[in-house]
């Protein structure tokens, strides 16, 4: 899953990494209905359509490499991966925030794709 962190632990990273755990056994993506996932880091923020049953990405997003994310270009990479979605035949998608919480950035990732025309 990527982050490996001790039992043990209570820090943020084992915290984090608990959470996605927990979302990932309930969240899968398919061909009709992929699984949109958000990354974020302090830089970037990046937006992925997952076919889990195949285990491919359909599609691709980020942020500009020479701005920092914020909220406002959050919220239009989740405008530009719903119109990259609709050209493809996706309309409807589940949402998976990566084990980071839905407030701020991540939050802005959604709002844009449900104004994109993506439903969930």
Do not use: W
Not at 71 to 93: C, F, M, N, R, W
């Amino acid at each position: 899953m990527g982050l490996k962190v001790k039992k043990s632990t209570s820090s943020k990273l084992a915290i984090r990494a608990r959470r996605k755990k927990r979302i990932r056994a309930k969240v899968e993506g398919s061909a009709e209905r992929p699984r949109l996932c958000v990354t974020k880091s302090n830089r970037l923020m990046v937006a992925q359509l997952i076919d889990d049953t195949k285990g491919i990405t359909l599609l691709r997003s980020q942020t500009p490499k020479g701005k920092t994310a914020n909220v406002k270009l959050s919220t239009e990479l989740g405008k530009d991966l719903a119109s990259q979605a609709k050209a493809k035949g996706i309309k409807a998608v589940v949402f998976d925030r990566a084990g980071q919480l839905y407030h701020g950035r991540v939050a802005a990732v959604a709002a844009g794709a449900r104004d994109g025309g993506l439903s969930f």
